[in-house]
C-alpha cells in the first residue's frame, strides 16, 4: 500500500473543510423547538441588527436539525430574512471546498510547489474572490495563507515567513473581474492571471523550500468572512465604496476554507 505522502506526490487532492467563527461554541448550545424556531426566523428580519445578528447565530448553532424549517423560510416576503437563512444554509452545506496538491519529491533545499484551487460543490452557481494584492498580508479580503507544522522541529531551522508582503503599496483597487461565477461542479484557480494581465498575486505562497527533513503538513486557509464590506477593498480604497463588485461580492458565501497536505520531506 501506498503512503499518503507518495500518493501526494502522484498528484493526489487533499479536499478542504469549511470553517465558521460560530462553530466552537456549537457543542453547548441547546436544542430548539419547533416554536423557538420560528420565533428566531421571524427576528432575522428584526429592525435592531443585533437582534437580527443573535437570531442568526442561534439559528446556526442549531445546526442540521433546524434545516428544514430554514428552507422554508426561503420563500419568506422579507429579502433580510431569505439572506440571513441562505447564509446559513451555507455555513451548514458548505458550497465551496479549498483543494491543495503538491507537485515533485519534497527533499531538503528543493522548491515544493502547490497547487490551489477553489471548488462549487453545490447545485446552484456561486461567486468566490481571486487572490487580491494585500490577500496574503491581512490588509484585505479574501484573506489567504499557509502555516508549515512539523511533526518534530529541528533545532536551529528558521520558521516560516507568516506573510510575502503586498506587492502594491497601496495595494490594487477592487475589480468587477476579480469575482468569479463558478457554475456547479467548476473549480477556480484563485492565483492565476487574468484579463489584461491582472492578478497573479501571493503566488509566494505556492511554493516552498524545506530546510530540514522529516514529516511536515502544509494548511492553507481561504477566509471570505469580512465582517465589514469595506474590507474588500485594500486600506486606500475602503473610503471609496465597492463599485460595480459589490453586488457579486454580497453574493460571496460567508466562509472559511481550508485544507492541508502531508508531506515526507527526504534529506
Known amino acids: 500500500m501506498k503512503s499518503m505522502g507518495s500518493l501526494l506526490m502522484a498528484g493526489i487532492f487533499v479536499l478542504g473543510i469549511a470553517l465558521d467563527a460560530w462553530t466552537e461554541d456549537r457543542a453547548s448550545s441547546n ?9 428566531l426566523v421571524g427576528k432575522l428580519g428584526a429592525e435592531d441588527f443585533t437582534i437580527r445578528d443573535e437570531a442568526e447565530k442561534r439559528l446556526f448553532l442549531a445546526g442540521k436539525p433546524v434545516a428544514d424549517a430554514l428552507k422554508k423560510a426561503l420563500s419568506s416576503e422579507d429579502p433580510e430574512v ?17 483543494q491543495v496538491r503538491a507537485a515533485g519529491e519534497a527533499k531538503v533545499g528543493r522548491t515544493v510547489s502547490f497547487e490551489i484551487r477553489i471548488k462549487n460543490v453545490s447545485d446552484r452557481e456561486q461567486v468566490v474572490v481571486r487572490c487580491l494584492d494585500g490577500s496574503t498580508d491581512g490588509s484585505r479580503f479574501p484573506m489567504y495563507a499557509r502555516q508549515i507544522e512539523w511533526a518534530e522541529k529541528t533545532e536551529g531551522a528558521t520558521a516560516e515567513a507568516k506573510d510575502g508582503g503586498r506587492l502594491c503599496g497601496n495595494c490594487n483597487s477592487l475589480d468587477e473581474d476579480d ?11 484563485p492565483f ?7 492578478g497573479g498575486f501571493g503566488k509566494w505562497l505556492l511554493e516552498w523550500k524545506p530546510e530540514q527533513a522529516g514529516k511536515a503538513s502544509a494548511r492553507f486557509t481561504c ?45
Do not use: M, S
Request: with cysteine.
Open 179 to 189: 469575482c468569479v461565477l463558478l457554475k456547479p461542479g467548476e473549480t477556480l484557480d
Open 192 to 198: 492565476a492571471t487574468h484579463g489584461h494581465g491582472q
Open 223 to 267: 477566509d471570505f468572512t469580512p465582517e465589514n464590506p469595506a474590507f474588500w477593498n485594500g486600506p486606500v480604497e475602503r473610503a471609496y465604496g465597492l463599485g460595480k463588485a459589490e453586488p457579486l461580492l454580497a453574493r460571496v458565501p460567508k466562509l472559511k476554507l481550508e485544507a492541508h497536505v502531508d508531506l515526507e520531506v527526504k534529506p
Open 82 to 98: 431569505r439572506l440571513r437563512v441562505r447564509r446559513i444554509l451555507d455555513r451548514l452545506f458548505p458550497v465551496l471546498q479549498l
Open 31 to 39: 436544542p430548539l423547538d419547533a416554536a423557538e424556531v420560528a420565533g
